[in-house]
């Protein structure tokens, strides 16, 4: 089976910009997870889609947005990008929601 | 609501020593337990896991861990690590109800010394 694909791998946007990520699940999974990593704050949740609907959200403010397709792919949005929003930033997918299989990330950089 | 403590930020060990990365966890329900291993600009590979059974865990590359539950840990042990184990691994939990959310530690980065 193919894993988790993330594009685009990396990225470089202007404050102020909004930007888009892609995240193809493995198939046959249903649950979607993403996650922002930075070396201050370590990983941190940002939220989950299970069948197209959003089942959990981590403490970011609406700039992050998310959805899911009805093929279980998934996409993220950043609007209005800060410099602090320059991160690596995860997708997880999983049958059940637990045994989480990651994705190997895309880098943005916010100038 | 759960909570996930690595104690430690940073293991720096030698190679061909024994190795344990310690967690701590706090849930009020039952869990399922993890471990993933982050190489350098990658993402997050699982080592091993906890769903029940057995409380003690074998995963990859030679990798296992102990449940405790009357100590809520799930310390991850190697007895001789290789360069190639060097890396930042990641303690996790999920509680077994609920909408299966999943919290990861803040990590511990094992540096192997040759």
């Known amino acids: 089976k193919a894993g988790v694909t993330q594009t685009p791998r990396y990225l470089i946007k202007t404050r102020g910009q909004q930007v888009t990520l892609s995240c193809s699940p493995i198939?046959?999974?249903?649950?979607v997870s993403w996650y922002q990593q930075t070396p201050g704050q370590g990983l941190q949740f940002l939220f989950e889609y299970f069948s197209e609907t959003q089942r959990n959200k981590g403490n970011f403010p609406g700039r992050f947005s998310g959805r899911q397709f009805s093929n279980s792919r998934s996409e993220m949005n950043v609007s209005t990008l800060e410099l602090g929003d320059s991160a690596l930033y995860l997708c997880?997918?999983?049958?059940?929601?637990?045994?989480?299989?990651f994705g190997p990330g895309t880098r943005l950089t916010v100038t | 609501a759960q909570s996930v403590t690595q104690l430690d930020s940073q293991v720096p060990v030698f190679e061909e020593a024994p190795v344990e990365l310690r967690c701590n966890y706090s849930s009020s329900v039952s869990v399922y337990l993890f471990w993933y291993v982050q190489y350098p600009n990658q993402g997050l590979q699982l080592l091993l896991k906890y769903l029940s059974g057995s409380t003690l865990v074998k995963g990859i590359n030679g990798f296992e861990a102990e449940f405790n539950k009357s100590q809520t840990s799930f310390h991850l042990r190697k007895p001789s690590v290789h360069i190639s184990d060097t890396a930042e691994y990641f303690c996790a939990v999920g509680d077994s109800g609920g909408y299966q959310k999943v919290t990861f530690g803040t990590g511990t980065k094992l540096q192997v010394i040759p």
């Open positions: 997880a997918s999983s049958f059940v929601g637990y045994e989480q299989y």
């Open positions: 198939s046959g999974h249903r649950s």
